[in-house]
T-cell receptor, first 113, second 118 residues
Framework: AAGVIQSPRHLIKEKRETATLKCYPIPRHDTVYWYQQGPGQDPQFLISFYEKMQSDKGSIPDRFSAQQFSDYHSELNMSSLELGDSALYFC????????????FGPGTRLLVL | AQKITQTQPGMFVQEKEAVTLDCTYDTSDQSYGLFWYKQPSSGEMIFLIYQGSYDEQNATEGRYSLNFQKARKSANLVISASQLGDSAMYFCAMREGYSGGGADGLTFGKGTHLIIQP
């Protein structure tokens, strides 16, 4: 079965640079979530989109923005990167009105030097 | 206050034994959902089981079952006949409020690191 696709899988950036993470949800899933998991930490919810509109907002820094496009893929844009942004970034998707389960992608591992 | 509490940072269990991972939650919502995810050392988050607050039966998925005690606000994961491949980090998570067409983010506990010994 098709899963959530995230790209890139690994990313190395310098401080103050920008990064863009991409997420392609499972086909027919219209809801996308972004999570950040620091080393040894639990995942923290950042932001979500339903039908291309922002739906819920968690602990997303102002330096980060995200959007969902007409084909339901989503991008997380991160600017002025800090060392503390080094983390595993997950995208998850589900189909509204379907099963409750959020299915996670493999994650993008971001390292800020 | 912690929304999700997992009191066992680490557990060692013998292969083939049953395992219970504890999870308690805190919410004032009537409608909520509880999830368990497995995270192996490779990093991916694997969905295991889901329990809705209105579900009267405990959820089961193969070797996984969820012991849901609503009055006590606990949602323990039970793994029957543990296997070496069950060694991983296990997270309990909660979705609060009415989901419907919305997209409520999950709140995770700190996790339990389970190690299965041969």
């Amino acid at each position: 079965a098709a899963g959530v696709i995230q790209s890139p899988r690994h990313l190395i950036k310098e401080k103050r640079e920008t990064a863009t993470l991409k997420c392609y949800p499972i086909p027919r899933h219209d809801t996308v979530y972004w999570y950040q998991q620091g080393p040894g930490q639990d995942p923290q919810f950042l932001i979500s989109f339903y039908e291309k509109m922002q739906s819920d907002k968690g602990s997303i820094p102002d330096r980060f923005s995200a959007q969902q496009f007409s084909d339901y893929h989503s991008e997380l844009n991160m600017s002025s990167l800090e060392l503390g942004d080094s983390a595993l970034y997950f995208c998850a998707s589900k189909r509204a009105g379907g099963r409750e389960t959020q299915y996670f992608g493999p994650g993008t591992r971001l390292l800020v030097l | 206050a912690q929304k999700i509490t997992q009191t066992q940072p680490g557990m060692f269990v013998q292969e083939k034994e049953a395992v219970t991972l504890d999870c308690t939650y805190d919410t004032s919502d009537q409608s909520y959902g509880l999830f368990w995810y497995k995270q192996p050392s490779s990093g991916e988050m694997i969905f295991l089981i889901y329990q809705g607050s209105y579900d009267e039966q405990n959820a089961t998925e193969g070797r996984y079952s969820l012991n849901f005690q609503k009055a006590r606000k606990s949602a323990n994961l039970v793994i029957s006949a543990s296997q070496l491949g069950d060694s991983a980090m296990y997270f309990c998570a909660m979705r609060e409020g009415y989901s419907g067409g919305g997209a409520d983010g999950l709140t995770f506990g700190k996790g339990t690191h389970l190690i299965i010994q041969p």
